[in-house]
């Protein structure tokens, strides 16, 4: 029996909107505590968060602290990292902190470890007890091996896969306490200048129901045309990249998928050349049927691929292109004598 210990989450926000980074953490944060929301607080930092945290209190069913921050307008380690580690001392039974595996939370959490004399186990998208010890999954030498890391501290820091932990839709819930403090803090080392969003627009890969991605084992920048030619075939499709492909600038940032990039829940997935890395498949992972091409047989990306094409993409995409233009034409309506328009 696993004896009852204080959970917090940290919420993710941005915009004015609670992140679904927010939700797969409270998912995870029940499923440690046995379904439970007891022993189980959220926190949640910001400047007018109000709104915030009456929405997660709300849907979670677990209290809430809005710690307020006047003047925070955008994320800031620095602030996060003072206040978080102040309030959190408060909690003399803290066990666990959970934080979200995004850019923010990754800032953050080993810092927040470093404070407390704590474990930090990031990544986890995977737990479970064993002779009463909890044991974290996690993705480790690129996603080929997956790794059940057990802390040794009194308290431990985890950031968790978005995408793994949801939370039950049928699940009924009381809606949460929220209690309401104020925190002071002091910016000496850095300075927040605002956000700036890059150019275009990622409704594209958002909203396609076929995304055809590229990875490093494409090759080349020449090959990105069959990518795109692939991609030709499927009714409201897009193409984008994993975030090597986006650096070399063979796509537009606004077509990255993973952690750092765009999240997207296609109904198909093609991932053409892609090793499987866990920043990149946490942007994919909610994708309905996911089909993988690589030439090497042990790359991570097939853990997630329904069908695993083990080949060349320049050899696989064009024979392939190849047939469903074959097929095309033996089923094409025959023109009628005279008539250059019907058919096709």
Same mark, same amino acid.
């Given at each position: 029996?696993?004896?009852?210990?204080?959970?917090?989450?940290?919420?993710?926000?941005?915009?004015?909107?609670?992140?679904?980074?927010?939700?797969?953490? &409270?998912?995870?944060?029940?499923?440690?505590?046995?379904?439970?929301?007891?022993?189980?607080?959220?926190?949640?930092?910001?400047?007018?968060?109000?709104?915030?945290?009456?929405?997660? *209190?709300?849907?979670?069913?677990?209290?809430?602290?809005?710690?307020?921050?006047?003047?925070?307008?955008?994320?800031?380690?620095?602030?996060?990292?003072?206040?978080?580690?102040?309030?959190?001392?408060?909690?003399?039974?803290?066990?666990?902190?959970?934080?979200?595996?995004?850019?923010?939370?990754?800032? =953050?959490?080993?810092?927040?470890?470093?404070?407390?004399?704590? *474990?930090?186990?990031?990544?986890?998208?995977?737990?479970?007890?064993?002779? #009463?010890?909890?044991?974290?999954?996690?993705?480790?030498?690129?996603?080929?091996?997956?790794?059940?890391? &057990?802390?040794?501290?009194?308290?431990?820091?985890?950031?968790?896969?978005?995408?793994?932990?949801?939370?039950?839709?049928?699940?009924?819930?009381?809606?949460?306490?929220?209690?309401?403090?104020?925190?002071?803090?002091?910016?000496?080392?850095?300075?927040?200048?605002?956000?700036?969003?890059?150019?275009?627009?990622?409704?594209?890969?958002?909203?396609?129901?076929?995304?055809?991605?590229? #990875?490093?084992?494409?090759?080349?920048?020449?090959?990105?045309?069959?990518?795109?030619?692939?991609?030709?075939?499927?009714?409201?499709?897009?193409?984008?990249?994993?975030?090597?492909?986006?650096?070399? #600038?063979?796509?537009? =940032?606004?077509?990255?998928?993973?952690?750092?990039?765009?999240?997207?829940?296609?109904?198909?997935?093609?991932?053409?050349?892609?090793?499987?890395?866990?920043?990149?498949?946490?942007?994919?992972? #909610?994708?309905?049927? &996911?089909?993988?091409?690589?030439?090497?047989?042990?790359?991570?990306?097939?853990?997630?691929?329904?069908?695993?094409?083990?080949?060349?993409?320049?050899?696989?995409?064009?024979?392939?292109?190849?047939?469903?233009?074959?097929?095309?034409?033996?089923?094409? &309506?025959?023109?009628?004598?005279?008539?250059?328009?019907?058919?096709?």
């Amino acid at each position: 029996m696993v004896n009852k210990t204080h959970t917090a989450v940290i919420a993710a926000h941005a915009d004015g909107r609670v992140l679904s980074e927010t939700w797969d953490l &409270v998912a995870f944060a029940l499923q440690l505590n046995g379904g439970r929301p007891e022993n189980i607080e959220i926190l949640v930092l910001g400047d007018n968060i109000d709104r915030l945290a009456e929405e997660i *209190a709300g849907k979670s069913g677990i209290d809430v602290r809005a710690i307020f921050c006047t003047g925070l307008t955008g994320y800031s380690s620095e602030v996060y990292l003072s206040v978080l580690a102040r309030e959190l001392e408060k909690q003399a039974d803290l066990a666990y902190v959970c934080a979200p595996h995004n850019s923010q939370g990754m800032d =953050y959490a080993p810092a927040l470890a470093a404070r407390f004399g704590a *474990a930090c186990i990031s990544g986890v998208n995977g737990i479970f007890l064993e002779e #009463g010890t909890f044991f974290f999954q996690k993705d480790i030498y690129g996603g080929k091996i997956k790794a059940n890391m &057990v802390s040794h501290t009194a308290t431990t820091v985890l950031t968790i896969q978005s995408g793994v932990f949801k939370l039950d839709p049928e699940r009924q819930a009381s809606p949460g306490g929220v209690v309401r403090t104020d925190a002071r803090f002091a910016i000496d080392r850095t300075r927040f200048l605002g956000v700036r969003k890059g150019g275009g627009d990622c409704a594209g890969i958002a909203e396609a129901r076929v995304v055809v991605a590229a #990875g490093r084992g494409i090759g080349e920048l020449e090959n990105m045309e069959i990518i795109h030619r692939l991609a030709e075939l499927f009714p409201k499709s897009a193409v984008a990249g994993t975030r090597i492909v986006c650096d070399q #600038g063979w796509l537009p =940032y606004n077509r990255q998928v993973g952690v750092t990039g765009m999240t997207v829940a296609p109904d198909l997935y093609v991932a053409c050349g892609i090793s499987g890395a866990s920043q990149h498949v946490m942007g994919m992972r #909610g994708a309905g049927f &996911v089909v993988a091409i690589n030439t090497d047989r042990q790359a991570a990306m097939f853990n997630e691929a329904d069908i695993c094409i083990v080949e060349d993409i320049t050899t696989f995409i064009p024979l392939l292109l190849e047939i469903y233009q074959q097929q095309y034409n033996d089923n094409a &309506v025959p023109q009628a004598p005279g008539n250059d328009t019907s058919g096709g």
